[in-house]
Nanobody
Framework: QVQLVESGGGLVQAGDSLRLSCAASGRTLTNYAMGWFRQAPGKEREFVAAISWSGTRRYYAGSVKGLFTIFRDNAKNTVYLQMNSLKAEDTAVYYC???????????????WGQGTQVTVSS
């Protein structure tokens, strides 16, 4: 089992930056690809970014490419999502997830955190 805990969310203004963290316990993240997803009120959970276990491959949703960066520190068993130039439409609960391969497909992930709220005021 892998337990994931997200942190770093909050209320910011449009144009601001935030860095989300996802700390894992129970097992090392070395063998897992990691993803970030988000869910806005009334909408389905959607893919944001993913990174391979080694960190050499990264994937982004078109809406965040060039603005968000996913990276990981396997020594700290932590994955991060750096979010720059935030917009009101980025407002959502952000979830991290662990899976066997980096994927944009929500079904590829086996373990999920509880989420952290990000609110961007315009």
């Amino acid at each position: 089992q892998v337990q994931l805990v997200e942190s770093g969310g909050g209320l910011v203004q449009a144009g601001d930056s935030l860095r989300l963290s996802c700390a894992a316990s129970g097992r090392t993240l070395t063998n897992y690809a990691m993803g970030w997803f988000r869910q806005a009120p009334g909408k389905e959970r959607e893919f944001v970014a993913a990174i391979s276990w080694s960190g050499t491959r990264r994937y982004y949703a078109g809406s965040v490419k060039g603005l968000f960066t996913i990276f990981r520190d396997n020594a700290k068993n932590t994955v991060y999502l750096q979010m720059n130039s935030l917009k009101a439409e980025d407002t959502a609960v952000y979830y991290c997830a662990a899976g066997r391969e980096g994927s944009t497909d929500i079904r590829a992930y086996d373990y999920w955190g509880q989420g952290t709220q990000v609110t961007v005021s315009s």
